[in-house]
């Protein structure tokens, strides 16, 4: 592993001047989970790599009005640990948990696992489901802003470019009536990459009527897949046990997945019907505990 | 880019060393600084062997740049232990025969001091899941969380 | 053996080598540094299955910073022989006219630094002649096959292959006649099994750190099983004598039977030689997966028959199983093992050890017995369930027990598989009530036990204190049960023992730590070293009363008169401190080709929960009983049950290994190498039973290797219990598992 420079900026503007130096051949370090792994393996081979730690905004969590701005670098042993994040949104709370070990959890970032660009990402689906937005800084001092479901492009692709640095995730408050929730199915019970990943997001009146829903799924297509399809069976109903169903099969047709050594292609979209009901379930309960 | 100086806190004392920019604090902990506690069972975060305790948040040191910690604090296996005494972990696991090899144990006691500081009563199934980060092959885990259950309870019962 | 009353042994001591386990002190294969160390590296095959066409080393020995660099040609050739085969051997140690499996070692170099090391391997410029992977038994066998090696024939009784071939070795045991016995059956099972290759899964890697003096002479420190096998093989492939080698071994990071051969520890000999200067490798984890040895896959075919009052009356198997590179699967040890706990008067049982392009296969923890305990016992619970019969009752019906001519040959003497069967269906977890989607599975499992040479000594210290010297790498816990056992004897505290591994320079010839053998091998040879220790110190205090020895006892740690004078009873201490008086140092020795090793038997339950939906299976509580002979220190034997049933549960539910179509593994790595962690178990429970074995002084059996053998078929016998379906292929992942319960549906 070579590496002629190492740095740790401690501003926004710092680190994008760093970055558009370096025209490409720089890597961001947040947790190293994914980077160092690469680097060990040789799949990646940075000119430098630069240490976003220690950028204030890049470490903060704000809840507001508006909603929540999480900074790209949080580790996700602090989300998890901010009671007020997790109450708001449990779904997003709950899939940032899932992130690998206590080790892992001490340096992932939810702004790595969305750069990072891995179809099966956990809180990429959470995100999604939520409507979140990437907050990133461009070179020459300027940000722009891009919603979460068109931030990867494809495996490890994004839409980031030489010199850009994402910030920040701004998640709306949730409505009156909302929740949210994210459940993953893995082999063994911890430390295995996401087979297939459901997030779900509900808004029910106080009658208990489904009057908004986003369904998205993980690992079962080239990025994050948004059912419209799914959402639309639950939007206007009970949440009753028939429309439940179809959007478990509409999330099932939907997937595009791949065989691979975590799961095969069948596999894949069957799961991913029993998770999105099951997800629907649990995002219910924890809406009518709110309503 | 020539070799980094970090100064660092290394179990309570002030330590430093040089490092190149690419190298891990495991191999800075183990080469350069004689702690051979932890171990490197598989450079990928998978296996929990290299476990240390970063500014108090439990993580992988072969997924830790050493240019990292420069200004941080760490805690390894061999800081566990105060004045020649053992730390309770290390006692019950001695007590219960939660180690065969013993490879693992390094990285299991200082996962398991994460967890009491942070959750000083849990589960079985809450100290399960929070080594489920750190493999054994030899044990098959049984006596590990009775030892770490017990090393709560102890731990619990004095600080009352 | 009557019932002797211990004060030590049965207790539960803490293990001597225990602080600098738990303060990081304790220095494991990697933790060796020397001055002027050099880093090595090894070159390895990208393909499965290659001719080497040619080798050129110039360009890495001419970079800046490399001091040695080595392929077989710095090695002497070898024949084929007996046992370990040399030929080989040294063709895995370092690839010659072929490559053989995706890591096989090509060249090895060594560096001032890592970075140069691994510049030096992207020099190495190989020309392969690429050729097609055989990957599998099935494809190894069929008529058209490519094959490894041409000039391998099979060895074995007819039929078998003539001429070039992949199948090695055929062989066969049986007895009676399993077509009358098949015609006298009620009720038959006939059903094909797979298995996948599994390793064994130490988390502490392959590590060696290797010095040669201007005198030629070599230390080696590294983690092993077996430091005397490591020299021996290594003066073979060398070209060396064995006094010219002297292995240290380190404290050892798990094992299971991997760590019993040698990889790395010819090359850092071979490198350090050729450089001059200490030599270090170690291997990293994908290299772990890639070219150490693990448990081949298998394919077996199995029939077997009971009368609807509960009788084997006939089995007949056929076992094919992947050797790997080269010939030596275990296919011998699960022919053998297969019915051993049954009385079964009817068996054929056959075996081919089959070549493939995978790393060449090592023992993991009874070898070959998992696989075909996986297929019997499957068999048998669905024979049971046919017949309306209790499990355990059935295998009852057909236990073998002393006296019984076993079906891999030897009469047997006192066994415990019937008390293990009785102290199974007395657990109150055998009677448990199950919540929905959950199953209860048995089996059962039998490991032979090994003996092979061992040698103790037992010296004593002007304190009073005793140390125990032996050469078997403590791989469980061993160091403290035989300070007990010398504890015992000398009838002094464990704490006042010293247990010491030594290197092949500072103690007698001992054999691997394997085959479950040192508790009870190395374990006798200490026991009689301090017997040896005792009747010389019965001789010494006699001397110093000046009495006939035949009149001194030694009773718990001291000497007594008992010729009618009053005498101060003499301990160690006062008896030590008037050596040189009494002729000189106390010192007892023992050394033995073992034999008498009992064997082992288990008895599993254990409760799944399956998610019907997804095929994800659960283990919730599980019960492992298996006969110790005597458990010097039940800590340490219940230890090796719990781990070797989760290296089962791993073996059924997720492990193996994945390959693409070109032979290159898939998950060379703990992330898609599936290996239980701790929310994957429950506690798992144990029952120490002891029918003591009449061959040890205290009764002790190996246990080590039986409580990997039953957790296969217990786990899948109880998926079968939770949902009907059987599963015959191993690993039950969730998808697999899933497919079987829709085309049921």
Redo the contacts between chains.
């Keep these: 592993m070579q590496l002629p420079r190492y740095d740790a900026p401690t501003s926004v503007a710092e680190a994008v001047e760093i970055l558009a130096a370096a025209n490409g051949h720089a890597s961001i370090l947040a947790g190293g989970t994914d980077l160092l792994v690469r680097m060990h393996s040789g799949a990646e081979r940075p000119g430098a790599v630069v240490n976003i730690k220690k950028i204030p905004e890049l470490c903060s969590i704000e809840l507001g009005p508006a909603g929540l701005v999480l900074g790209a670098a949080v580790c996700a042993a602090e989300i998890g640990e901010h009671a007020e994040l997790a109450a708001l949104y449990p779904g997003l709370a709950e899939a940032v948990a899932l992130i690998g070990s206590d080790q892992i959890q001490g340096r992932a970032s939810v702004g790595g696992n969305l750069c990072n660009g891995s179809p099966a990402a956990d809180t990429v689906p959470s995100l999604v489901a939520l409507g979140a937005e990437c907050a990133i800084a461009t070179p020459g001092g300027g940000r722009r802003r891009v919603p979460v479901h068109a931030f990867v492009t494809g495996p490890g692709t994004t839409v980031l470019g030489p010199g850009e640095l994402l910030v920040a995730l701004h998640v709306p408050a949730p409505a009156v009536g909302a929740a949210d929730a994210y459940l993953r199915f893995i082999p063994r019970s911890e430390m295995d990459i996401a087979v297939v990943g459901a997030a779900v997001s509900l808004t029910l009146d106080s009658a208990g009527q489904c009057r908004a829903a986003q369904v998205a799924l993980g690992a079962v297509a080239p990025t994050v897949l948004r059912v419209p399809q799914a959402a639309a069976a639950l939007v206007g109903s009970s949440l009753d046990e028939a429309a439940v169903l179809r959007a478990g099969d509409a999330a099932s047709a939907a997937c595009n997945p791949i065989d691979d050594k975590r799961g095969t292609a069948g596999y894949r979209r069957k799961v991913a019907g029993v998770l999105t009901r099951r997800a629907i379930a649990l995002a219910a309960q924890r809406a009518r505990r709110r309503g | 880019?020539a070799k980094?100086h970090v100064t660092t806190e290394i179990n309570g004392e002030s330590a430093e060393f040089l490092c190149?920019?690419?190298q891990?604090l495991l191999s800075a902990l183990?080469?350069d600084l004689q702690?051979?506690?932890?171990?490197?069972?598989?450079?990928?975060?998978?296996?929990?062997?290299c476990?240390v305790i970063?500014d108090g948040?439990?993580?992988?040191s072969?997924?830790?740049?050493a240019?990292?910690v420069d200004g941080a604090s760490l805690l390894?296996?061999?800081g566990?232990?105060r004045g020649g005494r053992?730390h309770p972990l290390?006692q019950k696991?001695?007590?219960?025969?939660a180690?065969?090899?013993?490879?693992?144990?390094?990285g299991i006691?200082v996962?398991a001091k994460?967890?009491l500081d942070r959750n000083p009563d849990p589960s079985?199934?809450q100290?399960?899941?929070?080594?489920?980060?750190?493999?054994?092959?030899?044990?098959?885990?049984?006596?590990?969380?009775?030892a770490v259950l017990d090393a709560a309870a102890e731990l619990r019962g004095a600080a009352r | 053996m009557s019932e002797r009353k211990f004060r030590y042994v049965g207790t539960r001591p803490i293990r001597h080598d225990g602080m600098d386990k738990v303060t990081g002190r304790a220095n494991f294969g990697a933790d060796f540094t020397l001055a002027g160390l050099l880093v090595g590296k090894v070159l390895r095959s990208p393909h499965a299955h290659a001719r080497i066409r040619s080798i050129d080393t110039s360009r890495a020995a001419a970079l800046p910073g490399v001091h040695a660099v080595a392929t077989s040609a710095d090695l002497p050739e070898q024949e084929h022989g007996p046992g370990v085969d040399m030929h080989d051997l040294t063709r895995n140690i370092l690839a010659r006219e072929k490559v053989l499996y995706d890591g096989h070692a090509v060249a090895a170099v060594a560096a001032i630094s890592d970075r140069i090391a691994s510049e030096a391997l992207a020099l190495i410029d190989v020309d392969y002649e690429v050729l097609p992977p055989v990957l599998s038994v099935d494809e190894a066998i069929r008529p058209d096959a490519v094959l490894l090696d041409e000039s391998l024939r099979c060895e074995g009784p007819d039929p078998k292959p003539a001429g070039p071939t992949n199948v090695a070795a055929r062989l066969q045991i049986g007895r009676g006649d399993v077509a009358k016995g098949f015609a006298e059956a009620d009720e038959i099972v006939e059903r094909e099994f797979t298995t996948q290759a599994v390793h064994q899964g130490y988390i502490e890697p392959h590590a060696v750190a290797a010095r040669t003096g201007a005198d030629g002479q070599s230390v080696v420190w590294c983690c092993t099983q077996g430091h005397f096998a490591v020299r021996s093989y290594s003066a073979r492939l060398l070209g060396l004598d064995v006094s010219q080698i002297k292995v240290i071994p380190s404290e050892i990071g798990g094992g299971f039977g991997g760590k019993t051969t040698v990889y790395l520890e010819p090359l850092a000999i071979l490198l350090s030689r050729k450089a001059g200067r200490p030599v270090k490798m170690v291997m990293t984890r994908a290299e772990v997966f890639r070219a150490s040895g693990p448990a081949g896959g298998t394919r077996i075919r199995l029939k077997v028959g009971v009368t609807r009052a509960g009788r084997i009356t006939a089995a007949d198997a056929t076992l094919l199983y992947e050797a790997g590179a080269f010939k030596g699967s275990a296919v011998m040890a699960g022919v053998m093992c297969m019915f051993a706990p049954y009385d079964v008067a009817n068996v054929r049982l056959e075996g081919f050890d089959i070549l493939v392009n995978k790393p060449k296969g090592a023992a993991y923890r009874a070898p070959g017995a998992p696989m075909a305990a996986f297929a019997s016992e499957t068999v048998l619970d669905e024979l049971a369930r046919r017949i309306g019969m209790d499990p355990i009752e059935l295998r009852l019906r057909n236990a073998v027990r002393e006296g019984s001519q076993a079906v891999y040959g030897p009469k047997l003497k006192a066994v415990g598989f019937v008390e293990c069967l009785e102290a199974a269906r007395n657990h109150p977890h055998y009677k448990a009530p199950l919540g929905p989607n959950q199953g209860r599975g048995v089996a059962a499992g039998f490991w032979f036990n090994g003996n092979l040479q061992s040698s103790a000594q037992v010296s004593l210290n002007e304190d009073g204190t005793a140390t125990v010297v032996s050469g078997c790498p403590d791989i469980g816990g061993s160091r403290t049960s035989l300070a007990i056992m010398a504890a015992e004897e000398l009838g002094i505290p464990v704490e006042r023992v010293r247990p010491v591994v030594a290197d092949t320079e500072t103690v007698g010839y001992n054999d691997v730590t394997g085959g479950s053998r040192v508790t009870f091998a190395t374990g006798t040879a200490v026991i009689e070293a301090a017997r040896d220790v005792v009747r010389q110190l019965r001789e010494r205090a006699a001397a110093l009363w000046g009495i006939d020895v035949a009149h001194v006892k030694w009773e718990d740690g001291r000497a007594l008169s008992q010729n009618g004078v009053t005498q101060e009873p003499l301990g160690i201490a006062d008896i030590t401190r008037k050596a040189a008086q009494t002729g000189g140092p106390i010192l007892g020795r023992s050394s033995w080709m073992a034999k008498g090793n009992g064997p082992s038997f288990a008895v599993h339950i254990g409760d799944v929960e399956l998610d019907p939906e997804t095929g994800r299976v659960v283990v919730k509580r599980y019960t492992a009983v298996q006969d110790a002979g005597r458990a010097i220190h039940p800590s340490y034997v219940e230890g090796q049950l719990q781990g070797g049933v989760a290296q089962g549960v791993g073996w059924a539910l997720n492990e193996a290994y994945l390959y693409d179509a070109q032979g290159h593994m898939q998950n060379a790595g703990f992330l898609d190498y599936r290996m239980p962690v701790a929310s994957d178990l429950p506690m798992i429970d144990t029952v120490i039973v002891e029918v003591p074995n009449p061959h040890h002084p205290y009764g002790v059996r190996g246990v080590g290797e039986t409580p990997i053998v039953p957790p296969l078929a217990t786990v899948a016998n109880a998926l079968h219990d939770a949902s009907g379906v059987r599963m015959c292929d191993l690993p039950m992942s969730p998808p697999a598992v899933l497919e079987a319960l829709e085309s049921r549906r």
């Design positions: 880019m980094l190149e920019p690419h891990t183990r080469d702690l051979t506690g932890v171990k490197e069972g598989c450079s990928t975060g998978d296996c929990g062997a476990s970063l948040r439990l993580v992988c072969c997924l830790v740049l240019a990292e390894t296996v061999e566990l232990a053992l290390q696991f001695l007590e219960h025969a180690l065969q090899c013993g490879v693992c144990t390094p006691l996962a994460a967890l079985e199934e100290a399960r899941y929070a080594l489920a980060g750190n493999l054994c092959r030899c044990t098959g885990y049984d006596k590990i969380i009775r």
